[in-house]
């Protein structure tokens, strides 16, 4: 399975952006999909997961600013993120699993196996 992610961009503190991520197989409609992102120097992270049914999953950097969706139809995934701050900056990755893993398990990169190139989000005053 290939992941291409793409929608990242320079914005403003307190803009907005939405990230997308297209699947080139129709497993995708089974599978867990999730972005992380990695700033600079540091580890990669989690930011939000959303499984093939059910609620979504988020960092608690992110809650309320950011929500994850998933169009299964177009085997897509989004990322929307509001409210931006400096420092949401990082290279943004979707992620993909197939089936519904526990939730302990669904803030590991180690969970997924199929990983998009990432985009980059650069958030500046």
């Known amino acids: 399975v290939q992941l291409q992610a793409c929608g990242g961009g320079l914005v403003q503190t307190g803009g907005s952006l939405e990230l997308s991520c297209v699947a080139d197989a129709r497993s995708f409609t089974s599978s867990t999909v999730a972005w992380f992102r990695q700033a600079l120097g540091k580890e990669r992270e989690f930011v939000a997961a959303?499984?093939?049914?059910?609620?979504?999953f988020y960092a608690d950097a992110v809650k309320y600013r950011f929500t994850i969706s998933r169009e299964n139809a177009k085997n897509t995934a989004y990322l929307h993120m509001k409210n931006l701050k400096e420092e949401d900056t990082a290279v943004y990755y979707c992620?993909?699993?197939?089936?519904?893993?526990?939730?302990?398990?669904?803030?590991?990169?180690?969970?997924?196996?199929?990983w998009g190139q990432g985009t980059e989000v650069t958030v500046s005053s």
């Open positions: 959303r499984r093939r049914s059910g609620a979504p």
């Open positions: 992620a993909l699993v197939s089936g519904n893993p526990i939730m302990s398990a669904l803030f590991a990169t180690a969970t997924y196996n199929y």
